[in-house]
């Protein structure tokens, strides 16, 4: 789940995408977005909607949200993850 501004840069950052593109997938302004990062290490306060959209547009880029008490992302298994191997996939064959 998406609850603190820097969980939400980070997620941004994780799949290169600027404020603006996402600002346009999550149909909210861009304004709103720079507000939610904004909170750092706080909770992301304002419409649940708005919050609920950011989220939902990231996870279909491709971001996983964490959470048990620390927030957290990753890439979901399947995304593009620059050529990155998932721990549960490591075998002697793609050892470098």
Do not use: W
């Amino acid at each position: 789940m998406l609850t603190i501004g820097y969980q939400l840069a980070a997620a941004r950052a994780l799949i290169g995408m600027d404020r603006t593109t996402l600002a346009k997938l999550a149909k909210v302004g861009e304004e709103t977005i720079t507000t939610m990062e904004s909170a750092k290490d706080s909770a992301i306060a304002g419409h649940l909607e708005a919050l609920a959209a950011v989220q939902r547009a990231l996870e279909a880029a491709g971001v996983a949200f964490l959470g048990d008490g620390y927030p957290g992302v990753r890439l979901k298994n399947g995304s593009q993850n620059g050529g990155s191997i998932d721990v549960e996939d490591l075998t002697s064959e793609n050892d470098e």
